[in-house]
């Protein structure tokens, strides 16, 4: 009640014309607090975002929204030069400013808030929702990576370093470990004893983009970060894909990280929070439906190399979440916001029954992965 009442102190000091109506809690999100705000005049109304941003996951917020400029000036100007040929409306929010021109606004209490553009007659989905849905998500994945592609890697900050390094994640486990209460929490109950030993028996294969990374094969571009089905957003007129939001993540990064963890998200039909695992699976018409969609643009930017460990992406980005997951329950629940005990052990239960259903259809995917690519 508090955050809410200073959201609706906060959003008239952006530069939005009319005056506030009001400020209501939206979306689902697990690190920042998000309010969609409503300003009136007397012949309009103007509805926008205003989000607090989480200082403790996000260090330095100037870097986000730098690196949120860069993007979105690159983008926009990218989508009206091919408007005229382009096969629908590409949409992608922008940053509004505060009355004084600033991207961020500090509260009195050292908490940063910035608002942004709502995407027009849109919406995105916890789920997927048909083969169609599953399409244009990759669609949306394959044209947003391909607008960002000529843009320098060292033009963007790395906000969040380490973030799907998926060896930093184990090595973050190791260390919740050494500590007493996160002994007390492995020991606690059948379900963490197990999700450790999956992480075990994983543990080396774990840095296969790193290593192949290291060598050369792979090199950073920038990314989205965090394309999970949830950021698409679907035209409600047209039921095609629109835009991609919650670029909070932007970086350089492997392509692989959005491509691997787009299907992570995509192809359980479950989702993440399903309390039921025995509905927890990978579902390969779903994939094959994302894919043909990523690859009709991804085409112009992908190295051989690339394609070489799209498979290895698909599993890794499930598995690393996994991880994510349960190291955040042994360290006592600091980085995922939870609504109960245990449901970050529950999470990662979720994506470890995901990664093991991606190992048993590892032979179906790369021949689906190898068809669409002809």
């Not at 048909?130 to 399409?135: F, I, M, Q, R, T």
């Not at 992406?313 to 109960?340: C, K, N, P, Q, T």
Request: proline fraction near 3%.
């Amino acid at each position: 009640m508090i955050t809410h009442m200073k959201a609706a102190a906060i959003a008239p000091q952006f530069s939005i014309d009319g005056r506030l109506v009001r400020v209501v809690p939206i979306g689902n999100g697990n690190v920042n607090d998000t309010y969609l705000a409503v300003f009136r005049t007397t012949f309009s109304e103007r509805r926008f975002i205003l989000q607090k941003l989480n200082h403790k996951v996000f260090a330095s917020p100037e870097n986000i929204m730098s690196n949120m400029r860069v993007v979105t000036d690159h983008v926009h100007r990218r989508l009206e030069e091919e408007a005229d040929t382009a096969d629908r409306i590409w949409q992608l929010p922008r940053v509004i400013s505060t009355k004084d021109g600033q991207d961020l606004l500090v509260d009195d209490d050292g908490e940063y808030w910035r608002a942004i553009t709502l995407i027009a007659s849109a919406q995105a989905y916890e789920n997927i929702q048909s083969l169609e849905h599953a399409h244009e998500a990759g669609f949306v994945l394959g044209q947003f990576q391909r607008l960002i592609s000529d843009i320098p890697a060292d033009l963007l900050t790395d906000t969040l370093p380490g973030f799907h390094i998926t060896p930093q994640y184990i090595k973050e486990l190791d260390q919740a470990l050494m500590i007493e209460e996160g002994r007390i929490r492995l020991d606690s109950s059948t379900d963490a004893t197990n999700c450790y030993r999956f992480v075990q028996e994983r543990r080396e294969w774990a840095s296969i983009l790193e290593d192949a990374k290291a060598r050369g094969e792979l090199t950073l571009r920038p990314i989205h970060g965090d394309p999970k089905i949830s950021n698409i957003m679907i035209d409600d007129d047209t039921g095609k894909g629109t835009c991609i939001i919650d670029l909070d993540t932007v970086k350089p990064g492997l392509v692989h990280y959005d491509f691997g963890d787009c299907l992570r998200s995509c192809c359980n039909p479950a989702g993440e929070e399903t309390q039921d695992l025995g509905k927890v699976y990978f579902d390969t018409d779903l994939c094959e439906a994302i894919v043909r969609g990523y690859m009709t643009f991804a085409r112009e930017f992908l190295t051989d190399a690339d394609i070489h460990y799209q498979y290895d992406s698909i599993r890794l980005l499930a598995f690393e979440l996994g991880v994510r997951f349960f190291a955040d329950y042994i360290a006592g629940d600091r980085y995922f916001r939870v609504r109960h005990e245990g449901q970050n052990l529950h999470r990662a239960l979720v994506q470890f029954k995901l990664c093991e259903s991606i190992e048993t259809r590892e032979t179906v995917i790369r021949k689906t992965l190898e068809k669409i690519r002809g």
